[in-house]
């Protein structure tokens, strides 16, 4: 039988335990080790990254960032399970069985892969800051730069499960072969030097002008002083005076109350002194009055007693009679209740049973049922299938027919042919105007020849009166709408011909 092992990890540590029962991971300080479960430990303690980065800023010009971060993983169980399932495995293809399932701390691999990983990181994140960046304001901007820095990176360490605990980017320094920090700080040292001295020249003229001021402010000061001095002198004599004129009224006011207070004491504890006599005559009394009671009430206690016990024995034989009663009535309703239980019981089977059957036969019913729906689908679909490759034998009939006669349009023609369609076709049309009666009309307005036209100015006037009437009539005669009556009256007819004018016409009717 295997034995469980009990783990407990150092204070600085966690037990990361994997295997049967535990979904992906369990982060715990102690715990019982399955057989079939494996347990490592995993250090949170911080580690510090000291890097010297060579980056180029917007204005392609290298520099050196001496970069300072303290990781570690995150105390907290959703970043530590994230740290012991993506950085405290083997990598650069280390053998996995190489070290043990209960070993003490993590591998040195282990360490030296997060180290990897947090460096590239750093690197990365902090070029591409860099690179937005010109090197005035990386140099004067040091908080700003130092914080988006720790923001960008801590972004893609969260990824990890691990936190930056401090962070510090030191001076700025100049990579090989260049000088441009060392301009800008003795540009800077220059400069404050210069302001440094204009510092001085501008303390000591204000020095001078300063101790001129304070001379006459002095003067000043002491002349007001001694005027206010006078005054407040005299206004503190007289307020002198009035604070003794105050003090003495007070004083009477206070032994006047004094003496006030003392006769009021006085009459209070006369007051009191007789209330306290008037209580003592109460309550002597009602200690008379309480003895006299009791005196009374101990007599009939006795009587009550006496009485009480004669009581009781007629209560005794009355209880014996009712509890013998009741007894007898309570097996009588046990009975009944017990032929009742027993025939609900009985009635409660048969409905058992007769509900089972109904169940069984139904449930036969149904299986029946289906058995006849799958084979009416299997039928169904059997025939579906047939149809199907019929069709499809037809299709390949169809298409080397379809070569025999030239293409699609020969077969296409020989169906037609076949199957009567132009047959067909021909006696819907012929029914389609069968009982129908048009009605043509066609009129000649007489010579609109080209001489005739050069020759009479007049024809195009005499031609539109003379086609307008037969135009009328012949209106009227298919629609039923006649002209306005003082617009021109109707053509006589002979025989369906217009006689009247100039130009002819004939109407046919069918």
């Known amino acids: 039988m295997a034995i469980p092992w009990y783990h407990i990890a150092e204070p600085s540590n966690y037990l990361v335990i994997t295997g049967a029962g535990i979904e992906t991971v369990r982060i ?51 970043a530590l399970k994230k740290y012991a399932s993506l950085l405290t495995g083997q990598s650069d293809g280390a053998d996995p069985n190489a070290a043990t399932a209960t070993s003490v701390a993590e591998s040195t691999s282990s360490r030296n892969n997060v180290r990897r990983i947090v460096r590239g990181i750093i690197e990365g994140e902090t070029r591409v800051l860099v690179s937005t960046m010109t090197a005035e304001e990386v140099f004067t901007n040091r908080a700003l730069f130092k914080a988006n820095v720790t923001n960008n990176v801590q972004t893609e360490l969260s990824k990890f499960g691990l936190i930056i605990y401090n962070s510090n980017v030191k001076d700025l320094k100049d990579p090989p ?95 009191r002194d007789a209330e306290l006599q008037k209580d003592v005559e109460i309550k002597r009394a009602e200690m008379e009055l309480e003895r006299l009671r009791a005196l009374d ?84 679909a059997t025939s579906k299938k047939l149809e199907a ?31 009567g369609v132009y047959s067909d076709l021909a006696k819907q049309n012929a029914a389609a105007v069968q009982g129908l009666q048009p009605k043509i009309n066609v009129w000649n307005t007489g010579g609109s020849g080209e001489g005739s036209s ?22 009227h005669e298919q629609t039923g709408m006649a002209p306005p009556a003082w617009m021109m009256q109707m053509p006589n007819r002979e025989d369906g011909v217009l006689v009247k004018g100039k130009g002819t016409a004939v109407s046919a009717s069918n």
Do not use: C
């Open 28 to 78: 715990t300080k102690k715990a019982w080790v399955k057989p079939w479960q494996k347990v490592q430990k995993i250090s949170v303690t911080p580690f510090d990254f000291s890097l010297d980065l060579q980056a180029m800023t917007q204005e392609k010009l290298m520099l050196i960032v001496p970069v300072v971060f303290t990781i570690g993983p995150e105390d907290k169980p959703e």
């Open 177 to 271: 072969g260049s000088e441009y920090f060392s301009f800008l700080s003795r540009k800077a040292h220059e400069s404050a030097s210069s302001k440094a001295r204009i510092d001085a020249s501008e303390a000591r003229r204000r020095g001078e002008i300063g101790v001129q001021e304070n001379e006459g402010l002095t003067k000043q000061q002491i002349s007001k002083i001694e005027a206010d001095t006078a005054i407040l002198e005299t206004q503190r004599g007289k307020d002198k005076a009035a604070a003794q004129a105050s003090l003495a009224i007070k004083t009477a006011e206070l032994e006047a109350e004094v003496a006030l207070t003392k006769i009021r004491a006085k009459r209070a504890q006369e007051a």
């Open 297 to 380: 009430v101990t007599k009939a206690q006795i009587a009550k007693e006496s009485s009480g016990q004669n009581a009781d024995a007629s209560h005794y034989l009355a209880v014996r009679n009712a509890d013998a009663k009741l007894y007898t009535q309570e097996k009588a309703v046990e009975a009944a209740m017990f032929e009742a239980q027993k025939k609900a019981d009985n009635q409660h089977y048969a409905v058992i049973k007769a509900a089972e059957a109904a169940y069984i036969e139904s449930q036969k019913k149904a299986e029946a049922r289906f058995y006849q729906l799958t084979k009416e689908a299997e039928a169904a």
């Open 389 to 419: 490759e019929a069709v499809t034998e037809m299709a390949k009939a169809y298409q080397e027919l379809a070569k025999a006669f030239g293409g699609s349009d020969g077969l296409l023609k020989y169906l037609m042919i076949e199957r």
């Open 454 to 475: 050069a020759g009479d100015p007049m024809a195009p006037i005499r031609g539109l009166f003379t086609g307008l009437p037969p135009m009328l009539a012949a209106v």
